[in-house]
Each structure stands twice: as structure tokens, then as C-alpha cells.
């Protein structure tokens, strides 16, 4: 069953709205414009939420608005070395009142979003390749956007960090509707599968090993869990698996040692470092140790949301604003209170995506559910390694992914009083 868009959905504030949020990771990723479209989306969000006069209840959305208010709200102001800063409430309102207005229940705007994703990825890639080939042109475009000009990987935006995970994404979308084609021999799945494969080298060409580390560990894990749900014959062939992770290793090791400076050869180099006992961590073990030091005395609350940023400036090892380990920089800014909370709530997120996977009937949604999965489990691993909770492109797409789960979890429900 598919929820039809009533009259008060077509409300020309919640298209408005559902735009806007896709304007909200086209500028955090040019780190132009951010405080002045986040500040629009939330003024049309809460027009929103007056007209149709419903917020969503749904429990994954619900203990995730909890935990934006807690934390980069309530506790960013209250206890943050700098208090709130306008910047931190603009940047975290848009994901919440998404979250309120429960957004992807309509249709139409599932797919918008899933079309934005793959078509952001595409330009991104374009970017990519118009600083190869025209890059005088690129130069040029990137002055005018960005306000600056980078190097090759960075595409359309200011990071080569935020180039792989909007390509990651775009990846995710194309394998789930691989894996759901029959016929895996016509040609427009055929055309997807090259589309994923054109998409997977350029991520392995912005050179950000986690990130591709990521995305391979939950392609798979994606892959497993439809197999195992849609009852295909697949337990006799697991063994696949580690044959593949093995002959990649080679291949990054290979890589490595012909000189590439890709994700492939980063990892060959990561492999080898560890080997020989060098810290590997690009920074994140230094990190670390300050997140260590600072926590003392405040173990059970923590010293406050983003005070790493503030504290880390005051230090010589000051490169990026955040610890590049969601998990230990949280424990560190909320203490083990705020530590227990956000890993229940992680918990609950991945128990609630993989069940809808499993109950989903309808091939359409399974689709949604199983992408759903996929941006929950990414922005778990990522967060080992990244600033996944810290970084709004990211979090704007993560909460992107719950409110899909949300979503599907809502159909199943009006499926099942349907059947009673």
C-alpha cells in the first residue's frame, strides 16, 4: 500500500520545504549561502507544521528529535565552550523539523529524494571530470560557486571527503535496484550496473579509504540480508565474501606499491603501515588522547556539545574541528550518559531498519527499506572514522535514511489494520 498525497499534502509549503532540504546539502557542501538557506528551510518548515497542525509520532523519528534537542540544541547552549551559536541551531532545523513533518510519507517525495541523491552524485562526478579534462573551465565554475578552487577530487564542493559520501549514497541506490531486477541480463539493468561501476571508480578516486572501506562493508551486508530475506540460494556461495575481501587487499597493496595515490592505494598503504607498527590514524590517535585528557573530571556528563572544537584550536595539532570518531568525541562532549544515549538510539535505528526489511511485502518499499538500511548502517561504520553527527551533509542525508525507515514503518502498519 502507498500512502496517496491528500489535498493538505499538496500544500505548496511541504514542496517548497522538500526542495529546500535538498538546497540544504547543495550548500553545506559549498560552505556558501548555509546559515541563509538553512534559515528559509526552517521558516517554511514550521509554516508547515502550522498548516497541517501534525507532528509525526513515529517512533524512530521521535527519539531522534529528542536527541537533536538534548544535544546540538539544549546542550550546545547550556554547557558548549561557546554556548549556541547561531550557525549550530540554523545547521541541526532543518533535519529536525524534517523529522516533525515526516516528510517522505508521501510518495512523490521519496522519489525526489532518491532522484536528487543520484543526480547530485552524477554532478559531482562531472566535476570530477571537468577538472581533468577543462580545467581551466572548472576553475572558472569552482570560483563563482565555491568561492574557491580545489583539486581534482573535489568536484562541485569544498571537500573530496563530502564528494565520496554523496557518491557512496548514489551507490547504495544503484545496487538495491540491481539486486531487485530478475533479469539480470537486460539492458537497462545492465545500464544500472554500469552506472555503479562508473560511480565506484570515482569514489575510489577521491582517495578517502574509510569511506570506501564503508561502502564496500555495507554493500555487502545488503546484499546478505536480501539474499537471506527473499530465501535465494546464497548460504552455499558465502564463502565468496572473504575471497573478495582478500583479493581487494591485494589489490590495494598492489596499488600502494605502484605509486597510485587513490582510495586503493591508501588502504595498501594503511595495510603495510600497520604491518611495520606506524600510526596510521592521519591524526584521529592525537585526537584521542586530548578527547582523554579533557574527559577527566567530567566522565559522567561530559564537558559539553562541541567543546572539542573550541578546546582543539588552542593546540598545535588544530587541522579540522572535529575528532574524526563520532563515538569517542561524544563520550568525551556528553559523558557516558549522553554516550549510553546515543548508542540506544543507534541500537533502535538499526533493529527498526532491519526488521521493516524483513516484514516489507511490498517489492516497492522492501526497495526503500533496504536502502533505509543502507544510509543507517554507513553512518554507523562511517562514524568510526569520520565526523558523521558533526558534518551536516552527512547527518542531512543520514536523517534522510530514517525518515525512509520511518516512512515504510508507517505503510507496514496501515498494511496490517487493513488485513484485520
Not at 100 to 114: H, P, S
Request: charge should be positive.
Amino acid at each position: 500500500m502507498q500512502i496517496k498525497m491528500k489535498s493538505k499534502d499538496k500544500d505548496i509549503y511541504t514542496k517548497i520545504y522538500m526542495i529546500l532540504y535538498c538546497v540544504c546539502i547543495v550548500s553545506a557542501t559549498i560552505i556558501r549561502w548555509m546559515n541563509y538557506v538553512n534559515a528559509l528551510t526552517a521558516f517554511v518548515g514550521i509554516i508547515c507544521i502550522i498548516k497541517t497542525k501534525k507532528i509525526r509520532k513515529e517512533v524512530l523519528n521521535f527519539i531522534w528529535m529528542i536527541f537533536i534537542v538534548m544535544f546540538p540544541l539544549l546542550d550546545a547552549a547550556i554547557r558548549g565552550e561557546a554556548g549556541l551559536s547561531l550557525f549550530t541551531f540554523l545547521q541541526y532545523l532543518p533535519a529536525l523539523l524534517l523529522l516533525t513533518i515526516g516528510l517522505f510519507d508521501i510518495v512523490e517525495y521519496r522519489k525526489i529524494w532518491l532522484q536528487f541523491i543520484k543526480g547530485f552524485a552524477w554532478l559531482q562526478i562531472f566535476g570530477m571530470l571537468l577538472s581533468s579534462l577543462w580545467n581551466r573551465i572548472y576553475i572558472m565554475i569552482a570560483w563563482r560557486v565555491l568561492g574557491q578552487w580545489s583539486y581534482a577530487v573535489t568536484g562541485f564542493t569544498t571537500d573530496p571527503t563530502m564528494v565520496a559520501y554523496i557518491v557512496s549514497m548514489a551507490i547504495g541506490i544503484y545496487c538495491v535496484e540491481y539486486i531487485f531486477e530478475e533479469n539480470k541480463r537486460n539492458k537497462e539493468t545492465v545500464f544500472i550496473f554500469v552506472k555503479m561501476v562508473v560511480m565506484c571508480y570515482f569514489l575510489i578516486e577521491t582517495g578517502k579509504r574509510s569511506l570506501l572501506i564503508a561502502t564496500i562493508v555495507v554493500l555487502m551486508l545488503c546484499v546478505l540480508m536480501y539474499a537471506t530475506n527473499s530465501k535465494k540460494k546464497f548460504f552455499s556461495k558465502i564463502f565468496v565474501f572473504p575471497i573478495i575481501i582478500t583479493a581487494l587487499g591485494g589489490i590495494c597493496i598492489l596499488a600502494y606499491r605502484a605509486g597510485y595515490n587513490n582510495s586503493f592505494a591508501r588502504i595498501g598503504g594503511t595495510i603495510i603501515g600497520m604491518k611495520a607498527g606506524d600510526d596510521v590514524s592521519n591524526m584521529r590517535s592525537t585526537w584521542a588522547e586530548y578527547l582523554k585528557m579533557w574527559s577527566k573530571g567530567h566522565e559522567l556528563f561530559g564537558i559539553g556539545w562541541e567543546s572539542f572544537k573550541h578546546r582543539i584550536l588552542a593546540t598545535p595539532y588544530y587541522i579540522v574541528p572535529n575528532a574524526h570518531n563520532v563515538y569517542k568525541q561524544i563520550l568525551c562532549e556528553e559523558g557516558y550518559i549522553g554516550f549510553l544515549i546515543f548508542i540506544l538510539i543507534l541500537l533502535a535505528t538499526i533493529i527498526y531498519s532491519i526488521k521493516e526489511v524483513i516484514v516489507t511485502k511490498n517489492k516497492e518499499n522492501k526497495k526503500l527499506a533496504i536502502y533505509a538500511m543502507y544510509g543507517v548502517l554507513f553512518f554507523i561504520i562511517y562514524s568510526y572514522s569520520g565526523n558523521a553527527i558533526y558534518d551536516s551533509t552527512i547527518y542531512l542525508y543520514f536523517f534522510g535514511s530514517v525518515q525512509l525507515c520511518s516512512s515504510v514503518m508507517l505503510e507496514n502498519k496501515k498494511d496490517e489494520k487493513q488485513m484485520y
